[in-house]
């Protein structure tokens, strides 16, 4: 568990106008799972710093919810900026894992579960991530694509939602990251490594990331 996470150095992450509303939305269950993966990674005082600052305190506590259900990318952003600010430098490896176990425990959406079966039958894991991640971030606007390399595959995600409207001197998507990884595991049994080289909001023209079997 990580300790004095509010007297972290901040990092050299900014967003172009926070109070203005991002545009798109987002599962409701990624978010409420986010929420949970913060409470095992860092524990339940800590979550609910980040939530009081991010003004959604009423997040820690899940009720039964629709799993078609979406909500504003706006929340998804408040979050991330509160746990920047709140965990500095420990904030990667935090929102890497919050990531990794929002993927392996989000109930599906319908769409999700349906494109996931079809591939199953006529491709291999590169055909069920990129129809996964391609359902899962639909509501966002992202315009994921895929390509085969060395021993593994490069994710390119346009309009990335998890940097949108973000800048950074270096990648910075480790939600993403970690949510890749989970859902390789979830639904493939493939252990993978997932790398972010090149990033939106560090002026690159799409967010990719490395995806190498281990």
């Known amino acids: 568990m990580l300790m004095n996470f509010c007297f972290k150095r901040p990092l050299p992450i900014r967003w172009r106008g926070f109070w203005v509303a991002v545009t798109g939305q987002v599962y409701k269950v ?12 860092v524990g339940r005082e800590a ?11 009423n997040l820690l506590s899940s009720p039964s919810l629709n799993v078609d259900e979406t909500v504003s990318l706006e929340s998804f952003k408040r979050l991330k900026v509160s746990s920047m600010k709140l965990f500095g430098r420990s904030y990667g490896a935090v929102v890497r894992r919050a990531g990794y176990l929002t993927a392996l425990s989000t109930p599906f959406p319908k769409a999700v579960g ?11 894991w590169r055909s069920i991530l990129m129809l996964a991640v391609k359902s899962f971030f639909k509501p966002t606007g992202a315009k994921p694509e895929l390509r085969t390399a060395v021993n593994g595959c490069l994710l390119k995600i346009h309009e990335c939602p998890e940097c949108r409207d973000a800048e950074c001197q270096s990648p910075c998507c480790y939600f993403m990251c970690g949510f890749v990884s989970g859902v390789l595991e979830r639904l493939c049994e493939v252990r993978a490594e997932v790398v972010e080289v090149s990033c939106a909001a560090s002026g690159d023209e799409c967010c990719e990331f490395l995806i190498t079997l281990v």
């Open 47 to 57: 979550a609910k710093a980040v939530l009081r600052h991010a003004r959604l305190p």
């Open 30 to 41: 990624i978010v409420y799972h986010y929420v949970d993966a913060l409470v095992e990674t």
């Open 114 to 124: 349906s494109t996931v079966r079809f591939a199953s039958f006529f491709g291999g």
